[in-house]
Structures are given as structure tokens and as C-alpha cells.
């Protein structure tokens, strides 16, 4: 999975500059910025121009997408290392985090790890095209990086260990000598030739940035809270679930804990379902009934999507329990967490030979039942290392649907708060940018004066709360059954590798 930051840069200046014209807002109102993107690895030279990571050997395919998983081979040896850093991301080192992506390119693609001045998370990179600053982002080195915020360093040891010493011997220049707190004012704001592409007005203070989903959480969680009680669950493509901290708790198979790397002063837990709803559009794909669920969406003017759910609302209204004998543990790129498995597959149990919209229902409604199960099994992971978490703030664009939201309540048997903004990824970028601006004593007081909470949904009791009880020990049976299928296949085929979980 490859893009070009050209074309990423390209997409944000057609951005800007639609909602400035449509907003009819001028350039001097604007009081600062900041950008959030995917923890998609980024290199360039020593001049800023993108170099390949590609074996095409095409420059302008300089961007490893965060979900390619070209690494695995390098995460598997770095985790045989047990090295202490590890202990900071949930003792298991993601394919999707950048160190085994340097490594994979130090390997493969030789020429293209000499030539990188610069490798650079995404978001680190659009500070960089903004202000010309190589300043990183405490949220992007610590949690993907391996950079150790709390001891505000590098681990010169680890880097070493896992063989990418070159970084080291350079002052660690290549990867960030430099780490800021997330909003803070990077630079000297807008460079006069990013103002002009951006159509904005030079010196604008841009904030140092975070991960989108990170930038989710800071735009959802609600003001005042408990920390530990509140999730922040950004349900997109994938799903991320983070959690704050005033103690350093470490939960095995969840990222972190990364001091730091969201909010002030806190630790950071990161869970996450990779391809989460990503799944849920794979599974009413393979569907027989698709084709006509398509069209008649089309005539009615709706997403896909959209149209199930309306379906299902009309079907299984007057239904007590939840109305459907399907079973899907949706992990068709792997468990993320809480058992940091990217081997990990999809399981499905109970389907049948029926081709009706029923069964395509009865089929959508367990694909999202199955990511609430993961999302309630890593809460249930937090919970056991002793967060306490008693609420869900939900965002992103699968949690727009209502039915999605209720479905979530209703199998992780907690509270589920929607807040009132409906993009608050963007909202808690430009809260960063707020903070950079001065408009604000920080990330705290913006959050106060730009986040509010639109509803709170509650988990369904009596016959529905059983029947998720059960369905979620089935899901947890599936899991288990996968685990056993891929051992047992590694015993009869030496030569399939198979890597243990915990």
C-alpha cells in the first residue's frame, strides 16, 4: 500500500482553499492550524524531495501506507529481541509501526535508505511542507516510533540491537532529533510559499500534529471527565481505542503506555480492530443479495450502508434479542489488539445457503456485533490492568449510524456519548491549531471552549444483555478456534511460519 505526498499535499491546498471560499472567510481571521493524518511513513532526501519506497523504484511513490504489513517478517525478529522498549507499546512490536518498515527498507531497498535524509511519519511531514521545520510530533514518534516521551529520548541501545545503527550514528537526525508536545507552535508558522498554496496568510501559527485518531480522541473526549473512565473510539476504515491515564499501566497487547502523546501529562493506552469497518463493507460484499441491496440503494438515494441499516430497522424492530444466528470475528488483517497478532483471520460461523435481503442483514448486523466484541474485548483488557473505563465517546464515519452506536452499547454493555461535532478528527486538529495560536492556554482550555457532548445511548438490559453475554463468548471461542486451525496447519507444513500469541 503506497501513495505520493505530492498528491496528499496537492489534496489539502484543493481543501483549504474550498472551505476558505465557501466559509467566505478571510485569511487574517484564520488563527492558527494543525494536521492530522494517517501514521503512514513518509521519505524524503536531505532537499525535502520524495525518494521511492517502492520496489518500482517510482519517487513519487514515497508513502508506506500505515495498514501495509510488508514488515512482518522484521517486527517478528525485532520482538524475538524482548527488548525493554517493547515494553511500551504493549510488549509486541505491529508490522504497521515504522521501525520494521525502516529495517524492511534498509533490507530491500538498499539505495533508498542511503539516499533518505529524512523518514517522517505523515503528519510530521505536512508540518514539515507547512513550516520547513523537522520538529516531530510526541505523538507520532512515541507511539509509533518507539521514541520514549516520558524519558524524553530515543533508545540509542534498541536501534542497535534490531541493526538500524546508521540512525543512531547520525544524531538520530534522520528520524527527529527534535520532539514537541502536540499543539505546540512549530516554527515560525506558514512559509511565505505554503501561505501561498494554501491561500492562507504567512506566519499563521501551526501546531505541532497528531495521528488522526489520536486527534479523534482529543476532539471527542468529554471536559472534566475521569480520564480512566472515558474510551475514545474512532470507528473508521479501522477502529482505534485510547484511553488516558494518570499512572503509567501497561496492558499487554495494547499500545503504549505512551507518556504524553495525546494529552498533557497523561499515558496513553491505544487498542485498535484493523480494517474494522473496512470488514464490514468486505462482508456485505461477498453477499449474494448485494447486487440488488446495491441498486435499490441507488434508487433510493442512499450509501449502501445506509440503506441496510434502514432494512434492518424495518425487519427487526419488534425483535427482543438480537436477530441473527451468525457469528463474525471480522479480523481479516489481523488482531490488532488485545492479542497483537497479525496472522490472526476472519471466522464466520452459521451462515446458510439463503440469498434473501434477511440474510444480508442478519449478515451486516453481525459483521458490526463483531467489532463491538473486539472493542468490548479491549476494554475488557484495560479494565483487567485496572483503567476503569465506564464510557465510550464514539467517533469517526461508521459511528455516524445510529443502529451502529446502539450496537455498541448494547455488546460491550456500556455507555456509549456521541459528541456534537460530526468530524471531530478535524475538530481536534484544529483544537491543536487553537493551541498553537495563543487563543488558548493550551490543549485543555481549547478542548473547554470548542467540545460538547450531543447524547449519551445505553446498553439494553433484560433478554438483549444474555443474548450478547452468549454471543460474546462464542466470539471468543472463534478466535480460539482460529489460533488452534493456523497451529495445527504449522504442524502438518513445517514451512508455514506461525508466530505464537500470548
Known amino acids: 500500500m503506497e501513495q505520493s505526498s505530492d498528491d496528499i ?39 525535502g524531495s ?8 517510482d519517487d513519487s511513490r514515497n508513502v508506506i501506507v500505515w495498514m501495509d504489513h510488508r514488515a512482518i517478517e522484521q517486527a517478528e525478529r525485532i520482538n524475538q529481541t524482548r527488548h525493554r522498549v517493547l515494553s511500551y507499546i504493549g510488549g509486541i512490536i505491529s508490522p ?20 533518505a535524509g529524512h523518514f517522517v511519519d505523515l503528519t510530521d511531514w505536512l508540518t514539515f511542507r507547512a513550516t520547513g521545520s523537522t520538529d516531530r510530533s510526541l505523538c507520532t514518534v512515541t507511539c509509533k516510533w518507539t521514541y520514549l516521551a516520558h524519558e524524553k529520548r530515543w533508545d540509542s541501545d534498541y536501534f542497535r540491537k534490531i541493526g538500524l545503527e546508521e540512525l543512531v550514528t547520525d544524531g538520530f537526525e534522520r528520524i527527529g532529533k527534535t520532539a514537541v508536545a502536540p499543539g505546540t507552535s512549530v516554527g515560525s508558522g506558514l512559509t511565505e510559499e505554503a501561505a501561498a498554496n494554501l491561500g492562507l496568510r504567512p506566519s499563521t501559527p501551526v501546531g505541532a500534529g497528531a495521528i488522526d485518531a489520536h486527534a479523534g480522541g482529543i476532539g471527542s473526549l468529554g471536559v472534566g471527565a ?32 505512551y507518556y504524553g502523546a495525546m494529552l498533557p501529562e497523561l499515558w ?83 451462515l446458510t445457503l439463503a440469498d434473501s435481503m434477511d440474510s444480508l442483514c442478519e449478515l451486516y448486523l453481525a459483521g458490526i456485533a463483531g467489532v463491538a466484541y473486539g472493542a468490548r474485548q479491549i476494554v475488557d ?57 495563543n487563543k488558548f492556554d493550551g490543549i485543555s482550555s481549547a478542548m473547554q471552549a470548542m467540545t460538547r457532548m450531543a447524547e449519551i445511548r445505553k446498553p439494553g438490559r433484560g433478554l438483549l444483555r444474555r443474548v450478547h453475554d452468549a454471543r ?19 504442524m502438518a507444513k513445517p514451512n508455514i511460519h506461525f508466530e505464537a500469541t500470548r
Not at 504497521?96 to 539516499?115: A, G, H, I, N
Not at 461477498?286 to 445506509?306: I, S, T, Y
Not at 443502529?403 to 456521541?418: E, K, M, P, S
Request: aromatic share 6%; hydrophobic share 45%; glycine share 8%.
Open 50 to 57: 520524495p525518494i521511492s519506497v517502492s520496489p518500482t523504484g
Open 96 to 115: 504497521k509501526m515504522q521501525t520494521p518498515k525502516l529495517l524492511w527498507m534498509k533490507e530491500k531497498l538498499p539505495e533508498t535508505y542511503r539516499r
Open 268 to 350: 496513553l493506552l491505544e487498542g485498535g480492530q484493523s480494517a474494522a469497518g473496512a470488514a464490514i463493507d468486505y462482508l456485505v460484499h461477498c453477499h449474494p443479495h448485494f447486487p440488488v441491496a446495491q441498486k435499490m440503494a441507488q434508487l433510493e438515494a442512499l450509501p449502501l450502508l445506509g440503506y441496510l441499516e434502514q432494512e434492518c430497522e424495518k425487519r427487526f424492530a419488534d425483535v427482543d434479542g438480537f436477530p441473527t444466528d451468525i457469528h463474525v470475528v471480522p479480523e481479516f488483517l489481523g488482531n490488532r489488539a488485545p492479542h497483537a497478532d497479525p496472522h490472526a483471520r476472519a471466522t464466520i460461523s452459521g
Open 9 to 47: 499535499w496537492s489534496a489539502v491546498v484543493q481543501a483549504i482553499r474550498h472551505v476558505m471560499a465557501g466559509a467566505q472567510t478571510d485569511p487574517n481571521d484564520i488563527a492558527g492550524l494543525s494536521f492530522d493524518a494517517t501514521c503512514s511513513l513518509v521519505a524524503i532526501d536531505a532537499e
Open 472 to 490: 460474546y463468548e462464542v466470539f471468543l471461542a472463534l478466535q480460539d478456534a482460529d489460533r488452534k486451525a493456523r497451529q495445527t496447519m504449522a
Open 381 to 437: 483488557a484495560m479494565n483487567a490492568q485496572g483503567v476503569g473505563i465506564s464510557q465510550i465517546v464514539v467517533s469517526g464515519g461508521a459511528a455516524r449510524s445510529n443502529l451502529v452506536r446502539q450496537i455498541l452499547a448494547d455488546a460491550t454493555g456500556i455507555d456509549v456519548a456521541i459528541p456534537t461535532c460530526p468530524e471531530p478528527v478535524l475538530l481536534g486538529a484544529a483544537i491543536l491549531g487553537a493551541a498553537a495560536s
Open 226 to 257: 475521569a480520564y480512566g473512565s472515558q474510551m475514545a473510539y474512532v470507528f473508521g476504515t479501522s477502529a482505534c481505542a485510547m484511553a488516558s491515564t494518570t499512572k503509567e499501566l501497561a496492558v499487554p497487547g495494547v499500545w503504549g503506555p
